[in-house]
C-alpha cells in the first residue's frame, strides 16, 4: 500500500524557514519525480515544485523561485522541501505527491505564516 | 487567476450525467496530458483521470475523460451522492515548465 506522510509544517513569522519533510513507502520511490502541491486554505490547487529521480533536474513556480528548494533521499525514501523567506501567501497545506501524475497523495502539512 | 480555466460550479441531480470543461492553450493542454483529480470535502486530492482518459483501478467506469485541442472535458454519468466534490484538471505547460491546474469545479448533487 502506497503511504504518503508529511510532516515538518507549523506555524512561522514571515520572513522565516521550516524544513518540510514527505516519507514514501509502497512503490520504488527511486523511480518516480517527485512534486509538492499545496492548497491554500478554501483555494485550488498549486504546484510548487518538482524533482527527477536521481535529483538531476528541478522546477519550481515562480512565485518560490530563489526561496523554496526541493531535494530528496532515495536511500531514506524521503522528499524535502526547504522554506526560504517565508510570506504570507504561502500559507497553505503542502502535499507530496509521486510521478507524472500525481497519482498518490498524503495527508499533508499545514505551513501557516503569520505574525 | 489559473492557468487552465474551469467553471467554478457545475450541478445535476442523482441519476444525470454533468460535464465538467477545462480551457488551455497550445503550451499546455495542446501539447500534454491532461489529468483530472478529485477532492472530496475535507480530504486529500485523489487521481481521478490520467493521460486524458485514462482511469486508475478502483474508478468507477462512470467518470471519463477526454480531450480535443486546447480544452478537455470529465463527464461523470448516473451521478451519485457521494460524487459531491471539488474536481480539478491538471497539465504540464511548455511554457512555464511547470505544472498547471484549474481553478476547480464545486460538484454540487441536488
Known amino acids: 500500500e502506497v503511504q504518503l506522510v508529511e510532516s515538518g509544517g507549523g506555524l512561522v513569522q514571515p520572513g522565516g524557514s521550516l524544513r518540510l519533510s514527505c516519507a514514501a513507502s509502497g512503490f520504488i520511490f527511486s523511480n518516480y519525480w517527485m512534486s509538492w502541491v499545496r492548497q491554500a486554505p478554501g483555494k485550488g490547487l498549486e504546484w510548487v515544485a518538482n524533482i527527477k529521480q536521481d535529483g538531476s533536474e528541478k522546477y519550481y513556480v515562480d512565485s518560490v523561485k530563489g526561496r523554496f528548494t526541493i531535494s530528496r533521499d532515495n536511500a531514506k525514501n524521503s522528499l524535502y522541501l526547504q522554506m526560504n523567506s517565508l510570506r504570507a501567501e504561502d500559507t497553505a497545506v503542502y502535499y507530496c505527491?509521486?510521478?507524472?501524475?500525481?497519482?498518490?497523495w498524503g495527508q499533508g502539512t499545514l505551513v501557516t505564516v503569520s505574525s | 487567476q489559473s492557468v487552465l480555466t474551469q467553471p467554478p460550479s457545475a450541478s445535476g441531480t442523482p441519476g444525470q450525467r454533468v460535464t465538467i470543461s477545462c480551457s488551455g492553450s497550445?503550451?499546455?493542454?495542446?501539447?500534454?496530458?491532461v489529468n483530472w483529480y478529485q477532492q472530496l470535502p475535507g480530504t486529500a486530492p485523489k487521481l481521478l483521470i490520467y493521460s486524458n482518459n485514462q482511469r486508475p483501478s478502483g474508478v468507477p467506469d462512470r467518470f471519463s475523460g477526454s480531450k480535443s485541442g486546447t480544452s478537455a472535458s470529465l463527464a461523470i454519468s448516473g451521478l451519485q451522492s457521494e460524487d459531491e466534490a471539488d474536481y480539478y484538471c491538471?497539465?504540464?505547460?511548455?511554457?512555464?515548465?511547470?505544472?498547471?491546474f484549474g481553478g476547480g469545479t464545486k460538484l454540487t448533487v441536488l
Open positions: 497550445s503550451s499546455n493542454i495542446g501539447s500534454n496530458i
Open positions: 491538471a497539465a504540464w505547460d511548455d511554457s512555464l515548465n511547470g505544472w498547471v
Open positions: 505527491a509521486p510521478g507524472d501524475n500525481f497519482d498518490y
